[in-house]
């Protein structure tokens, strides 16, 4: 895939007329996110990873928490008023949402999922989430990720 082509993500951002700036590592070898945001010289508490859940009731879910940290099931599934929730199995994610594992977008998934985004993004000037294949990501404000993806803020991540 060229810088140049557009991804489910992208095009949908271009459709609602919203500003990003798209990243590319594709030929860093990144493959964790503390990878990714050394590839692209960016604070890791920056960049967001995509986290799809599987509450007790068999609704699906959406985390974005920094790439730094690592989701707190308990706090997740409070935010979303589950018992609890577990992450899907990585071969179920491309069925689901249409993203493959490592590229899964917030953004143009096959259908919307509630979406909780941690309490962090909110000092932010602008975070990173996956621009919808491996080696993309785009960079966007908080508020115009909200304009595009319903969404809550909630703390997320393990103490």
């Given at each position: 895939?060229?810088?140049?082509d557009k991804t489910n993500a992208?095009?949908?951002?271009?459709?609602?007329?919203?500003?990003?700036k798209e990243h590319y590592y594709t030929d860093s070898g990144a493959v964790s996110g503390?990878?990714?945001?050394?590839?692209?010289?960016?604070d890791p508490d920056k960049l967001f990873k995509t986290l799809?859940?599987?509450?007790?009731?068999?609704?699906?879910?959406?985390f974005m928490v920094p790439v730094?940290?690592?989701l707190d099931l308990k706090k997740a599934a409070a935010a979303?008023?589950?018992?609890?929730v577990e992450m899907l199995k990585s071969k179920d994610l491309l069925p689901l949402t249409g993203y493959v594992h490592g590229g899964c977008s917030p953004i143009g998934m096959k259908k919307f999922f509630t979406t909780v985004v941690n309490i962090s993004a909110k000092e932010c000037g602008t975070?990173?989430?996956s621009g919808g294949k491996i080696g993309f990501q785009i960079e966007?404000?908080?508020?115009?990720?909200?304009k595009v993806i319903k969404f809550e803020y909630a703390d997320l991540v393990k103490a």
């Open positions: 895939m060229a810088k140049n992208m095009r949908k951002l271009d459709s609602m007329k919203i500003s990003y503390a990878e990714v945001a050394a590839a692209l010289n960016e799809v859940a599987t509450g007790k009731s068999g609704s699906h879910y959406v730094s940290s690592e979303v008023g589950e018992k609890s975070i990173f989430c966007i404000t908080p508020e115009d990720l909200a």
